[in-house]
C-alpha cells in the first residue's frame, strides 16, 4: 500500500503454508483473463475446459468482492488442484478521530444490520500489531433464485499500537460450514502475522 496520513506504507499479512492460498490481483486490466490463467494453473491441464471456467469464474467473483471492500489485498484458500475454500481480505477502516478505540469497533460489530443465525461472538484479542475486537458470525447470503446459503466468517477489528489513529479489518468467510473449527483456527493464525511498516 503507499505511504497514507497514518505515517505507515506497507501492510501484510503472512499465510500458513503459502502453497494452498492464490493472492489476488486486484489491479488486474483484465480480471478475467488474469482469472482464467491462474484456474489453468492452479487445475492443470488435466482438468476440463468448464472446471477451468468455473474456478475462474470464483475468481472473478471473489476479486469484485474484494475491490467492493476496498480491500488493500486479498487472497482465496485453494489447495492445489482443488475450488476455492474461503475469501481473506485485508482493508483499512476509515473512520471519524474519535471512533478509533475498541468500544466504538465493538458497538459496530454487535449491532450489524445484515440478517444472522444468531448474534455475532465478539471477544477483545491482543495481537503483535494490536488489540483487535474478534468477530465470529454465521448468516445466510443470497445466491439468487430466492435461495440462500449459510456463510461463516471471522473479522479482526485491529487497532494497531504503533499507529493509533489507524484501524484495520481483517476478514475471512467461507460457506464450507463443516470446515468452521479449521477455519476459525486458520483465520486466527493468520491474524497474528498481521504487521504495519
Known sequence: MTDNEHGWSHCSVS???????????????DTEAWALSTAQ???GDQRSAVLHEAFAADIVSCTAAAVARNAISAAV?????????????????????REYD???LREAAAHVKSPLFRP??????????????????????????GTAQTV??????????????SALELLMRWNATGLGELLCALADEVALTLRLS
Open 77 to 97: 484458500l485453494a489447495p492445489r488442484q482443488e475450488p476455492i475454500l474461503a475469501l481473506l481480505q485485508l482493508r483499512e477502516l476509515h473512520l471519524a478521530p
Open 102 to 104: 475498541l468500544a466504538h
Open 41 to 43: 494453473g492452479h487445475l
Open 152 to 165: 461463516e466468517g471471522v473479522a479482526y477489528y485491529v487497532l494497531p499500537d504503533q499507529h493509533p489513529d
Open 15 to 29: 499465510m500458513p503454508i503459502p502453497e494452498n492460498w492464490i493472492a489476488l490481483d486486484l489491479g488486474a486490466p
Open 120 to 145: 455475532p461472538e465478539l471477544t477483545t484479542v491482543d495481537l503483535p500489531v494490536g488489540t483487535a475486537v474478534r468477530e465470529h458470525r454465521l448468516e445466510p447470503e443470497s445466491i439468487g433464485d
